[in-house]
């Protein structure tokens, strides 16, 4: 697969299977860098991947890890801001609608993958494939599977479609 090349990426939790997957896929595509997060930084083949702390509950690792990446202040600020948060399905697709929105002018592409409730590590390959996939064909959301399918359609209807707990007015 192609279409990475040059590209930096940062893959911020690359100590899962399904992140080791992504760093593996996106040097074969091309990547002229890999930001490999994790909690615990471990080496990586090649000179192309670049190991970096980063623990989502640490603001500071967050931070260590933004300069390494040379992220501007707006880019770590809304990361520490939406990782601040318990962030629901839905609040986490207006924020990354946000981001997008923003680096947009930048040339920054913002994708968001959605997965339905999975154990991740039981499909990761079908998983990395269909989001380098997307990624190269510039999609801004990644649907996996047919429950994030159904929730994406979901989201433009009435709130009790979303939650048909709440019954009908």
């Given at each position: 697969m192609t279409g990475f090349e040059s590209e930096v990426i940062l893959v911020a939790d690359a100590s899962s299977r399904l992140g080791e997957l992504f760093v593996d896929r996106f040097v074969a595509a091309g990547a002229g860098r890999v930001y490999a997060g994790g909690r615990r930084r471990r080496e990586w083949p090649g000179d192309r991947v670049v190991a970096v702390e980063i623990d989502m509950g640490d603001v500071h690792t967050i931070e260590r890890a933004g300069v390494a990446v040379q992220f501007d202040t707006n880019v770590m600020s809304s990361i520490r801001l939406a990782s601040a948060f318990a962030l629901s399905q839905a609040a986490l697709w207006s924020a990354t609608n946000a981001l997008r929105v923003e680096f947009a002018p930048a040339g920054v592409q913002?994708?968001?993958?959605?997965?339905?409730?999975?154990e991740a590590d039981a499909h990761p390959a079908t998983v990395a494939d269909r989001a380098l996939a997307g990624i190269a064909a510039r999609e801004h959301e990644i649907l996996v599977d047919a429950f994030s399918k159904q929730v994406r359609a979901r989201l433009s209807g009435p709130v009790a479609c979303m939650y048909p707990e709440l019954g009908s007015p």
């Open positions: 913002v994708a968001g993958l959605v997965l339905g409730p999975c």
